[in-house]
Nanobody, 124 residues
Framework: EEQLVESGGGLVQAGGSLRLSCTASGLSFDEYTIGWFRQAPGKEREGVACISSSDGGTWFADSVKGRFFISRDNAKNTAYLQMNGLKAEDTAVYYC?????????????????WGQGTQVTVSS
């Protein structure tokens, strides 16, 4: 059974940093593009970043560009989202997602597998 598990969320002050992890099981991790999404209360889920399985290329939403960084360690079946310079508006539940056929993309409909999410709260 394919499974994604996020960890690393928590409460942090504005300007601080967090690193989220997404560990996969039941799939050939190195063949999957990984995306990070977030959903704030009362808002739709939005794509934040993704990292390609084919060349390790990355893509970021404008709202996080220059502050967030995505990486992957295929040997550990884990992807990471390093979040720096956190702002109150970054508060959300963060989800990772995986898709085998996608190269790049931050549309929810493009991903087949999802984690359960981890809460990130930024206090101002």
């Amino acid at each position: 059974e394919e499974q994604l598990v996020e960890s690393g969320g928590g409460l942090v002050q504005a300007g601080g940093s967090l690193r989220l992890s997404c560990t996969a099981s039941g799939l050939s991790f190195d063949e999957y593009t990984i995306g990070w999404f977030r959903q704030a209360p009362g808002k739709e889920r939005e794509g934040v970043a993704c990292i390609s399985s084919s060349d390790g290329g990355t893509w970021f939403a404008d709202s996080v560009k220059g502050r967030f960084f995505i990486s992957r360690d295929n040997a550990k079946n884990t992807a990471y989202l390093q979040m720096n310079g956190l702002k109150a508006e970054d508060t959300a539940v963060y989800y990772c997602a995986a898709d085998e056929t996608l190269d790049y993309g931050l549309g929810e409909w493009e991903y087949d597998y999802w984690g359960q999410g981890t809460q990130v709260t930024v206090s101002s």
